[in-house]
């Protein structure tokens, strides 16, 4: 199943999470060593850091595994990969081309203002 985006972003939406995104970012870890670090991020129990990771675990951005008695978490690519081509679409956005041509309008006005004033006659451009 393809992660939604918008569950991505609610989860990213907290610090914690964000964090917690952080520390996997650099390479799997066992629930222990999150929990460890989010205790010295802020204070936290370790009941409300396993919320945090079942959030980030239903948003799609976490995998977990087994290793024996231990749960292993890792980033999921497809979540990373869903949020970055929703903020890639923003760039091609059908709105980009009329703000453009908005700006070239604006820039179009301010040189005309300054041609009417360089010419000392700012009234005949409407006589």
């Known amino acids: 199943m393809e992660p939604d ?3 991505i972003f609610d989860a ?3 610090p914690v999470r964000r964090f917690i995104l952080e520390l996997v970012g ?5 629930a222990g060593a ?3 670090a989010a205790q010295g991020f802020t204070s936290i129990s370790q009941p409300g850091v396993s919320q945090h990771l079942k ?3 239903e948003a799609g951005l976490l995998s977990v595994r087994a290793e024996g008695n231990r749960r292993i978490y890792a980033i999921d690519p497809l ?12 760039s091609t956005h059908p ?3 009329p703000l453009d041509a908005l700006a070239t309008e604006i820039a179009r006005g301010k040189r005309e203002r300054r041609g009417d004033r360089s010419t000392g006659d700012a009234g005949s451009r409407y006589a």
């Open 26 to 30: 650099a390479g799997e870890l066992p």
């Open 5 to 7: 985006p918008a569950g």
């Open 55 to 57: 959030v980030l675990r």
């Open 12 to 14: 990213l939406g907290d």
């Open 79 to 90: 979540a990373t990969a869903a949020a970055r081509d929703w903020l890639a679409a923003l």
């Open 95 to 97: 709105f980009a081309q």
């Open 34 to 36: 999150i929990v460890a």
